[in-house]
C-alpha cells in the first residue's frame, strides 16, 4: 500500500481533539437531555398496554441518548489513551463518567418501569417492538434482579468517585511509570510501559530477560498501590453484589455475557483436555531456544535472532489482500479503515500500553488503538482490531439498542479476522523458518487464549472468593497470581509473572466484570466458525455477516443454534475449533524433528 499516516484522525468525530467547543457543546447539551429524560421517567408512573405509542417513544429516546453516550464515551477513550499525560483529556473523561452515572440513574428508572408493567400488558406491548424486543425483555428480566430504583440509582451516584474513579487511577499510576533500561554497550534509556513490553518478543534472550525484571520490578515498587486499587474496586463491586442478594460473582459476567455457567464449565473443560497437547509445543520451543523450560518472558520470543520487520504499508496491504480471499466486502472495509486514518499506530512515548477498538455509533465509524514495531504479533493485532470494527459496521442500520453484543461473541469477528491473517502468513512462507515463526506465532497466540486468559480466570475467581472475607495484601495477590499461572500452564515454564495482577489492566476495568473468559470463548468460538467457513467456501461470507448482525439480538447459545446448529453446552463444538489448533502442534513438532 502507498505510505499511510500511523495517527488517527480524531477529528470526523469532533474538531479539536480536548480541546474542542463542538464536544464540550455536545456534553453538554446530553447532560440537559438526560436531565429531562430523568424527569419524564419520574412522572411516568405506570405504563399498560393503552399506552404503547408513550412507551415505545419512551424506549427510541433511550436508545438515542444511550448512542449519543457512547459516542463520548468512545471519544475521551481515545483522548486519555493516545496521551495519558493529556490533562484536559482526563478532565473530560471525568466528565464523561458523571453524563454515564446521570445516564445509569435514568437506566435506573427505565428499569423500575419496566419492572411495574404487568405481565399482561407486557406482551401486547412487545408485539409492536421489533428489533429491540430481545433487549428490552433482557433488561426488564434483569431488573427484577436489582434493588428499588432510589437505591439503585444512588449506588450510580456513588459510582463515579466510589467505583470508576479506581479505574481511572489505575490509568494514571501506569502513565507515571517509566521503566529505566541499560544498553549492553553502555547508557540507559527509559521507556513506557507500552514502549518496554514491545521489547519482550525481542530476539535477543538478555534483553528479554532484563526487560521483563525492569518491569516486574516497576510493577512490584508500586504494588501496595495497584494492591488498594485492585481492593478496593473490587470491594465495591461485591458491595453491590451483597446489596441485591447476589452471592454468585460470577452471575453479573456471565449474564453479560449472555451464556450460561454450564456453557462456560464445558468449555474450560474441554480446554484443559487439549492443553497437554500444547504443553508438548512449549517443550519443543524451549528446546529449540537450548533452555530447558520456558520462562514467562520466553513464551513470544522469535524462534530465529534475523526476524525481519514488517514496514506499516506492508503489513496493512497482506491484512488487505487476504480479507479479500474471503470476503471482498471486509478487504474494502479494512482498506477505507487504514487510508482514512482510523487507526493509531505510531511508537512513542505517553501512549497508554495495549490496544483496542471503539465505535462511533453517531459517526458511524469505528478507531483503533495500537502501538505499531514492525512484529509479526503487530499485523496481527491490527487485523484483529479491525475484526472488531467490520463487527460494527456489519451492525449499521440497526436499532442501537440491539448492536449490544456481548464482549464473548465481541471476539468473534476479531478472532475469525486474526487467522485469515495468521493462517495466510503461514501459506504465504517460503523458507522452514518463515513456516517455523508463523507456525510458532498462531502457536503462540493459542497459549495466550488457553492458557494465559485461564490464569486471569482463576485468579479473578480466587482473588473475589477471598476478598469477599476481606482485603487482600500484595504477598497474597502474588502467591494467588503465580499459583493460577502454574495451574494454567500445567507447571510448564520456570519463572512465572507473579506481579501480572498488576500489570494487566483488564483487572481494573469498572464496565465488564472478569474481563477474561470472554476472550477464550471469542477465540474458540470464531475458530468453530473458521472450520465452518473453510468447510463452506465463499457462499459462507453471507451467513457470517448474516451471524455477526444477531449477536446483540440473542443469547450466545440460541446465537450458535441458529447460525451454526450447535449446542455450546456440549463439548462436540468446542473439540471441533482444538482439534483444528492442535493441528499446528503437530506441524510444528514435524517441522522441527531432528533430521
Known sequence: MAKLNQKWDLDPVFKGGSASPAFSGFLKQLQEDLRHFKSVLQHRVQVTAADADAFQTIMKQYGELAGRLREAAAFTECLTSQNVKDEKALALS????????????????????????????????????????????????????KLPAEQE??????????????????????????????????GKETLSVSQASNLLDDPDRTVRQQVFHALENSWSENADLFAATLNHLSGYR???????????????????????RRTLDTMWQTVTEYKPKFVRFLERKAKLLGLDRLSWFDVHAPLTRDTKKVSYEDAAGFIVKHFRTFNPKMADFAKHALENRWIEAENRPDKRPGGFCTSFPLTGESRIFMTFSGTASNTSTIAHELGHAYHQSVMQGIPFLSQQYAMNVAETASTFSEMIVSDAAESAAKSKEEKLTFLSTKLERSIDLLMNIHARFLFETRFYAE???????????????????????????????????????HFYITDWPFYNFPYTFGFL???????????????????????????????????????????????????????????????????????
Open 153 to 186: 440509582e444512588l449506588i450510580s451516584s456513588l459510582s463515579v468517585d466510589g467505583y470508576h474513579a479506581w479505574g481511572q487511577l489505575y490509568y494514571a499510576l501506569v502513565g507515571k511509570i517509566k521503566i529505566p533500561l541499560a544498553h549492553p554497550a553502555g
Open 525 to 595: 468460538f470464531s475458530t468453530g466458525i473458521y472450520v465452518q467457513a473453510l468447510k463452506g467456501g465463499k457462499s459462507f461470507a453471507a451467513k457470517y455477516d448474516a451471524l455477526l448482525r444477531d449477536t446483540g439480538r440473542m443469547t450466545t447459545e440460541q446465537l450458535a443454534e441458529k447460525h451454526l446448529g450447535v449446542v455450546l453446552s456440549a463439548p462436540d463444538f468446542w473439540r471441533s475449533a482444538l482439534d483444528y489448533l492442535a493441528q499446528d502442534v503437530d506441524k510444528f513438532l514435524a517441522l522441527t524433528d531432528s533430521p
Open 238 to 260: 461485591l458491595s453491590v453484589y451483597e446489596a441485591r442478594g447476589w452471592s454468585d460473582f460470577l452471575a453479573e459476567p456471565l449474564a453479560f455475557n449472555r451464556m450460561t
Open 467 to 505: 476478598r469477599k472475607k476481606g482485603a487482600v495484601p500484595v504477598d497474597r495477590l502474588n502467591q494467588l497470581m503465580e499459583s493460577a499461572e502454574k495451574e494454567a500452564y500445567l507447571n510448564s515454564l520456570d519463572v512465572y509473572h507473579p506481579a501480572f495482577w498488576a500489570s494487566k489492566l
Open 94 to 145: 471525568s466528565r464523561v463518567q458523571r453524563l454515564i452515572a446521570l445516564f445509569e440513574a435514568c437506566d435506573t428508572q427505565t428499569d423500575a418501569l419496566l419492572r411495574r408493567i404487568d405481565d399482561k400488558d407486557w406482551q401486547r406491548l412487545v408485539e409492536n417492538l421489533g428489533d429491540i424486543r430481545f433487549a428490552l425483555e433482557e433488561k426488564r428480566s434483569l431488573s427484577r434482579k
